[in-house]
């Protein structure tokens, strides 16, 4: 299995181009058939064929739904299907989440709740299939990292059981918040709303992915023909690439103190690290008469050595600073934010050589929360822990 998935979303995705790219990559139609058959829904027939659009070829998927069969849904009708089901239980939880997930978007966009949602294209049937096939398939793969492409937002109106909609839909908008959008490019609806819940039920990431091996390519195909562009999405399979730490070059800076109140080391530390210190050390030392004093060092960009020194000279004793250029290297960084029981807590996000991501807690903020007798450190870290997971 591959340790990383990224969904190229070139013409955008729906659920059957999730499931039939997932299926393209995974070949694995025959045990997804058999997992089918542990829903408890009929009335349809699942068929699978290579296609082609604009001249690429891929995969198909297509529920063929008997007449009469094409009921709408309320969330709480599919979840108790799901739970009926004899599917995996990973499977059928990834499902719900999927289902859950387009429930609150479509409650907010409606100002209901979840459970008086009524589904209408999304609680057919064929909607069902195409999620739950697609969920197992992701879960065939061993639910990998996932990152996902910019997402074209297509252009005019879809039809809906509302009327006509603009384009991204509203509740696909909502649900896809903080995802990277290119509004306006392609025509008509290019996410569907089972695409977009099937993202948020992979936890995508819509980050830049880090550099994979690629081990394998699937190409799922839509049901339309677009005029500029193929209709398909691609998912890539592969494994991170061990990347060597990022590198960069900065100044170490230091002095030797032994006549001055450790009080005034507090405002020399701030104003060093306003005026662009990357970093600030007090290093307990033996000075000369023997005399115990401090070591001050500090970690300075190139350019802003003078500035930094400056603010040495005026807030300390030191009369000199000696200096010499220091290699460094580095992991790439980002910072998220993870909703909590306790609210927003930022997380910084380290990504070591081998790929994997190394999230510790932001302090100030685990300290807001401890200083509010609302949890430890240790209550707070774990919940940290468990929802950066998902």
Same mark, same amino acid.
């Given at each position: ?31 997804? &058939? ?62 719900? &989440? ?24 999304? !609680? ?27 997402? $074209?937002? !297509? ?30 490019? !392609? ?12 993202? &948020? ?7 830049? $992915? ?81 005399? $115990?004093?401090?070591?001050? &060092? ?60 190394? $999230? ?31």
């Amino acid at each position: 299995m591959s340790s990383l998935l990224y969904f190229d979303c070139f013409s955008g995705i729906a659920g059957d181009m999730t499931a039939a790219a997932l299926l393209s990559l995974t070949g694995a139609e025959k045990e997804l &058939r058999k997992a089918l058959k542990g829903l408890p829904l009929g009335g349809y027939r699942l068929a699978v064929e290579r296609g082609s659009s604009a001249g690429v070829a891929g995969t198909r998927v297509h529920v063929r739904v008997a007449s009469g069969k094409g009921r709408a849904r309320h969330l709480p009708d599919i979840l108790s299907l799901l739970r009926a089901s004899d599917l995996p239980p990973e499977t059928a939880s990834r499902a719900a &989440r999927c289902f859950e997930r387009l429930g609150e978007s479509e409650a907010t966009v409606h100002g209901t709740t979840p459970d008086k949602v009524h589904f209408h294209e999304v !609680g057919a049937v064929d909607a069902i299939v195409d999620v739950v096939s697609g969920c197992f398939l992701f879960e065939l793969l061993g639910a990998p990292r996932a990152f996902c492409s910019a997402l $074209p937002g !297509g252009s005019g109106e879809a039809r809906s059981a509302h009327g006509r909609i603009p384009v991204p839909g509203p509740a696909t908008l909502r649900l896809l918040t903080g995802a990277r959008w290119r509004l306006g490019e !392609g025509e008509g609806e290019l996410v569907t709303p089972t695409g977009a819940a099937l993202l &948020r039920a992979f936890d995508v990431s819509f980050d830049r $992915p880090p550099e994979m091996t690629v081990r394998g390519v699937g190409t799922g195909l839509g049901h339309r023909e677009l005029p500029v562009r193929p209709n398909l999405l691609r998912v890539v399979a592969g494994d991170a690439v061990a990347v060597a730490p990022g590198r960069d070059r900065v100044l170490e800076v230091e002095a030797n103190i032994d006549d001055m109140s450790p009080q005034r080391f507090e405002l020399l530390i701030e104003r060093a690290l306003a005026a662009g210190a990357l970093d600030v050390a007090i290093l307990p030392a033996t000075m000369k008469k023997s005399r $115990p004093g401090w070591v001050l &060092r500090l970690l300075v960009p190139e350019e802003r050595l003078e500035i930094v020194s400056s603010a040495v000279f005026s807030l300390s004793t030191a009369i000199g600073l000696r200096y010499h250029a220091c290699d460094r290297l580095k992991l790439d960084r980002t910072v998220g934010v993870v909703a909590t029981r306790f609210g927003r807590i930022r997380v910084k996000e380290a990504t070591l050589p081998d790929g994997s991501v190394r $999230p510790v807690p932001e302090y100030d903020d685990v300290k807001r929360i401890v200083r509010s007798g609302a949890a430890t450190f240790d209550e707070v870290a774990r919940e940290v822990a468990s929802k950066w997971r998902r």
